[in-house]
């Protein structure tokens, strides 16, 4: 887990694996999964589904949300908190008890945009 609480880059379990494989000779990528699912289970990972539906794995387990691209599928944490009365308007209004808020917003990074906008020119 030292490996992944490293990066920011939000890496899959193949990229994990790579990352991890001159340091531990014979590690299997099954074994990279079983323990990402044991650490996710445990809240100390977070597993996040980019736009291409690939699972990503955030080794920062503080609270926070995420932007994906669409373009090239890259996950960028954002370090604003919670919306202002979100949890109470949503367990006011709908009966429900909130234990955690995770909001994903979707759209085109910064190289992406500029590639997307040279590219009609």
Request: negative net charge; contains cysteine; aromatic residues 6%.
């Amino acid at each position: 887990m030292g490996w992944l609480r490293t990066t920011e880059s939000h890496p899959t379990a193949a990229q994990i694996h790579s990352g991890l494989a001159d340091d531990f000779a014979g590690l299997s990528l099954g074994t990279v999964y079983r323990n990402l699912e044991v650490l996710v289970g445990q809240g100390r990972v977070k597993a996040v589904r980019s736009a291409t539906g690939a699972v990503r794995y955030d080794g920062n387990p503080e609270p926070h949300h995420h932007f994906i691209c669409e373009a090239c599928a890259g996950i960028l944490d954002v370090p604003f908190g919670e919306p202002r009365g979100l949890r109470s308007r949503l367990e006011r209004e709908s009966n429900l008890r909130v234990r955690r808020v995770s909001i994903d917003f979707f759209g085109l990074c910064g190289p992406c945009e500029d590639s997307a906008g040279s590219s009609g020119e």
